[in-house]
């Protein structure tokens, strides 16, 4: 589970910008004298109610800092002394953001497992004081509540949260290769039960307001306000205390029960997982499903069954000591700093490091409504960008809407949208099979196929309706943007962005710069990306850029691989087994056979032997047998509509006998095979780096797992050297090197690192 989902979660816990606002005011309270030393923690008395506000003056969200446990220690040992006082309310000054989690940085601080744990038991001591607190405490809930701020939460008496979109609840520890180490994995199984608990702590998925009610998470909900004198979010601020300030003194005079009497579906399944054998088959089923989906290659997802387990089965005390140590012992696995590293990876990627456009892209045309281009059309549409989708043909124009229409409108059968704010959000989309409009257009994207010569056609006619200041954006896989550019009459305003199938899902964007391209255009491409949501990087310009010429080479590989008589389902195996979350030979059908040909021939031609591998003669063949991938219903597997399962396409097991090729015993086990493809994904990655395709490690990381599906457990192909060791790689390599010759000759930065122990990738 947490090795499948690892991805998307990561991006719905990046930190976000948040404002502060002002106290409230109005109404008859005393302030601590003691507040004025206090930076994150203050409080005032309303009446009888202690209403804390916490707010972190050094970052955009809340975090369970040092710091701020300690400020909090004190003031609820100040409330508890107040005999004015009888009640609390918990609540955030942070518009958004209630406590995102942790303070990462403090845990990575950690010399050693030991230390993490001692951190993991100071927090369990704290939310165990509340929980036990002799005044209840009401959590007061607006914005994302987090890992440690769920556990916070969820240690208070009462819950109340908005329902508005930025409030989730989540533990995302799984995530960064954690465990909810501050009492949640013994205090949600008997919030929401134990099916519930496991869903969310081993998915790490995010829950929305009216759902956690439902859960049991939360006691209440309320409504968002709207705007008034104020924004609507202060509104709702104000309007969020003040229903939590009533409830904790209904709570107080027991006018509002905190017991309340279960329903009868949950009598029952209290009363079934009583049984010792229904939970131990609970654990036995859960501990299958993570086994499949994450191949046993993240620790994390095993210790939260072990902590929940061992607090069901032998006690609250032994619950805690265990959920402690196993959070020390995952703090310090390879596992976990590969996914931190992914994490403080994404977030540098998200920032804008050539600073502010001249002019923002409010206008934007795309050319091409295939795949790609309606694509990009949706994840600009709904942010407000004024967007003209253009084709050559009705037909194509049609379909091109109509996949930007049911994007929407799945998002309505979720209920993220309305009907409303989809046809809003649709009348953001012109489409037409002309250039009118164009002069007005901010920046031009083409998505057109993948042939030079009907690209220089495209940047000639578009160059000839558009302003001085439109820039136009190339989205090739793997053309050099200076060939593109080559027919420009102003080359500093192109630049290239490559996007990732399919893109409303895929979050890695790959900007290409040239050495003509001017700052400004980088920095208005990068600006875009953001506000399309994606995660960025910007690579120098060649053959393949980045991520297409890493790929290639592990494809090469697994051509030859299949040739040596390796099925297509071993082969997904392997690499799955690896930590890859798509088999190779599937990969392959995505990407598309006759893409996957094309580039293998381009960058055969650019690079010479050394990308080579298989024989290229089999992807033709099976092009020209109509075997182009999923997309053509065949490729290495025949896809049948509405079926999961996929059989291997006999066609092509006669294509590879054809061309079959002898292996060679002393590099073709099934970890030798393993290797062969990533050791050729990863010197490539870092001959990038030498030769200055790349900014930096970081952004090569980035860019493999969110762009290529490398190994999120193994942390990017960086990381990855780092943590396997460089010298060890390179003795690989060298065996492979005496079989099939330069395709295995490591580079000159690899054997740096192989020769200097000292040398790492990431400090």
Known sequence: MAGVRVLGVLSKITPRRFGIIPGISGRTFSVAPAMLARTHVSYEVKDDVAVIRINDPNSKVNTLSIQMQNEMTEVINEIWANNAVQ????????????IAGADINMIQACNSAEEVTKLSQEGQKMFDKIAKSPKPVVAAINGSCLGGGLEFAIACQYRIATKSKKTVLGTPEVMLGLLPGAGGTQRLPKMVGIPSAF????????????KAKKMGLVDQVIDPLGPGLKSPEDRTIEYLEEIAVDCARGIASKKIKLNKEKGMMQKLQDYIIGYEFVRQQIYRTVH?????????????????????????????DAGYLAESQNFGLLAKTSESAALTGLYHGQVACKKNRFGVPEKEVKNLAILGAGLMGAGIAQVTVDKGVNTILKDTTVQGLSRGQQQ??????????????????????????????????????????????EDLAIKHKVIKEVEAVISPHCIFATNTSALPIKDIAAASMRPEKVIGMHYFSPVDKMQLLEIITTDQTSKDTTASAVAVGLKQGKVIIVVGDGPGFYTTRCLAPMLAEAIRVLQEGV??????????????????????????????????EDLGQAFGPRFGGGNVEVLKTMVDLGFK????????????????????????????EKYKLTPNPA???????????????????????QEGILNGPVEGDIGAVFGLGFPPCLGGPFRFVDTFGADKLVEKMRRFEEVYGNQFTPCQLLLDHAKDSSLKFHK
């Open 667 to 689: 590099v073709s086990s099934d970890s030798d095979v393993q290797y062969r493809l990533v050791s050729r994904f990863v010197n490539e990655a870092v001959l990038c780096l």
């Open 288 to 316: 299958g499903k993570v086994m499949k989906q994450s191949k046993g290659l993240y620790p994390a997802p095993l210790k939260i069954i072990d902590s929940v387990k061992t607090g069901l089965e032998q006690g609250s």
């Open 199 to 210: 869903d969310m702590m081993l998915t790490g998925r995010n829950i929305r307001a009216d």
């Open 87 to 98: 009640s609390a309310v918990l609540i955030s000054s942070k518009p958004g953001c209630f």
């Open 629 to 656: 991938g999923r997309k053509s219903g065949k490729g290495c597997y025949v896809y049948t509509p509405g079926l999961k399962h996929k059989d291997i396409n006999p066609d092509v097991e006669d294509i590879l």
């Open 567 to 600: 099925d297509p389902k071993k082969l997904d195996s392997l690499t799955t087994g690896l930590g890859f979350p798509v088999g190779t030979a599937t990969l392959a059908d995505e990407v598309g056979i006759d893409v996957a040909a094309h580039v293998a």
């Open 404 to 449: 930007v229409y049911k994007g929407l409108n799945d998002k309505t059968k979720k209920r993220s949208i309305t009907t409303f704010e989809r046809d809003s959000i649709l009348s953001n989309l012109t489409g037409q099979l002309d250039y009118a409009g164009f002069e007005k257009a901010d920046m031009v994207i083409e998505a057109v196929f």
